[in-house]
T-cell receptor, first 114, second 109 residues
């Protein structure tokens, strides 16, 4: 299957700082990228959908000013968690899709805010 | 509203066969996906069905009945490494993925 690379795999940051997570499609053009968060033993929760070159569409309850998403090219999307707090600690996962094909997931990023 | 139902947890024995069911009610249908997710890892793609019938891929098979809004994932010759969560997802008329909560499969020796 197609390859989606997510970086970093894990990160620990201090409360109040910002963290950027990158999601790259390595062998296809990701016209759409999705960002999810997942708490332990819970299902994926879609945070936002981004299409290349346009603003991301955020799900209800997700703060767009806190979770900044940029999808500037067909191979890269970034999620920046601004002014992170301990409650933002979670597993963040991106997925990418070319057209209406199946989505492929990145490896995920485990964020711990201390 | 849109809804995907699958059992929360299932237990099976190593070497046996298990069937994980998924029923859905969505606004439109553009395919059904099964993903496998091991604890602490991201999901990995298993199968895609858009037409009725059975798709076989090695030890895994996936079945779809669009008229019944029903799919199942069949795992044969179970191995301990198959212990994971299995996620059912439907692509709706807007080509958005609607996710089930996942079925945790526990394999016992």
């Amino acid at each position: 299957g197609a390859v989606v690379s997510q970086h970093p795999s894990w990160v620990i940051c201090k409360s109040g700082t910002s963290v950027k997570i990158e999601c790259r499609s390595l062998d296809f053009q990701a016209t759409t990228m999705f960002w999810y968060r997942q708490f332990p033993k819970q299902s994926l929760m879609l945070m936002a959908t981004s299409n290349e070159g346009s603003k991301a569409t955020y799900e209800q309850g997700v703060e767009k000013d806190k979770f900044l998403i940029n999808h500037a090219s067909l191979t890269l999307s970034t999620l920046t968690v601004t002014s992170a707090h301990p409650e933002d600690s979670s597993f963040y996962i991106c997925s990418a899709r070319e057209g209406e094909r199946e989505a492929f997931f990145g490896q995920g990023t485990r964020l711990t805010v201390v | 509203g849109q809804n995907i139902d699958q059992p929360t947890e299932m237990t099976a024995t190593e070497g046996a066969i298990v069937q994980i069911n998924c029923t859905y009610q969505t606004s439109g249908f553009n395919g059904l996906f099964w993903y496998q997710q091991h604890a602490g890892e991201a999901p990995t793609f298993l199968s895609y069905n858009v037409l009725d019938g059975l798709e076989e891929k090695g030890r895994f098979s996936s079945f779809l009945s669009r008229s019944k809004g029903y799919s199942y994932l069949l795992l044969k010759e179970l191995q301990m490494k198959d212990s994971a969560s299995y996620l059912c997802a439907v692509m709706d008329s807007n080509y958005q993925l609607i996710w089930g909560a996942g079925t945790k499969l526990i394999i016992k020796p």
